[in-house]
């Protein structure tokens, strides 16, 4: 079985903790499955869980190169050169880091409010770019804009490989049997 679930903004991408931090524990009444890759506490969207070890290791492995597919909001005006700058590479200090594309677009349709909701300065404008990376390092995303100028606001993954989070609301989930992600996984990369 393979879970698409919406992760909510501050959520835990485990089932446990030694604080007080909200986990998957409370939205996620499956036993036997774990995520599939991570989405930091601060950043939303599509995780995807599983119980399938050979599925959850050929989509969170980073030598599979699995895409993946992410809304960013940004401090500051998008431009053509910092998509530019993105595409062809930043140095992080775990060594460089590339997206496979980069580029502006408007705010996405149909998105939910976040609580709380992003810091808002008058004097300073925000603008919203879709990056297409296929490793996962920790914070890359928020790395690789901020070291273009473009500090991250808002972060939500709504791709891994063929799964898409279409119209899932935070907290919800949707449900695949293990054939079912697998056929799609393999007409994906064809």
Same mark, same amino acid.
């Given at each position: 079985m393979l879970i698409l679930f919406n992760k909510p903004f501050r959520v835990l991408s485990q089932f446990t903790t030694y604080s007080d931090k909200v986990t998957l524990a409370a939205f996620i009444d499956q036993p036997g499955v774990y995520p599939a890759g991570r989405l930091d506490y601060d950043?939303?969207?599509l995780l995807l869980l599983t119980g399938d070890g050979k599925l959850q290791s050929r989509v969170s492995s980073p030598r599979f190169h +699995?895409?993946?597919?992410?809304w960013?909001?940004?401090e500051g005006e998008v431009t053509a050169a910092a998509c530019e700058q993105l595409q062809n590479g930043v140095q992080l200090?775990?060594?460089p880091a590339k997206a496979i594309t980069a580029e502006l677009i408007p705010e996405p349709a149909g998105l939910w409010r976040r609580e709380p909701p992003i810091r808002v300065r008058q004097s300073v404008p925000d603008s919203w770019l879709e +990056?297409?990376?296929d490793e996962g390092?920790?914070?890359q995303?928020?790395?690789m804009t901020a070291a273009v100028g473009l500090p991250c606001l808002r972060l939500i993954r709504h791709q891994v490989g063929p799964w898409q989070l279409k119209h899932l609301q935070?907290?919800?989930q949707q449900y695949l049997e293990s054939q079912v992600a697998w056929r799609q996984l393999k007409a994906a990369q064809r």
């Open positions: 950043s939303e969207g +699995l895409p993946k597919r992410y960013v909001q940004v200090k775990d060594g +990056l297409v990376i390092r920790n914070r995303v928020r790395r935070p907290g919800s």
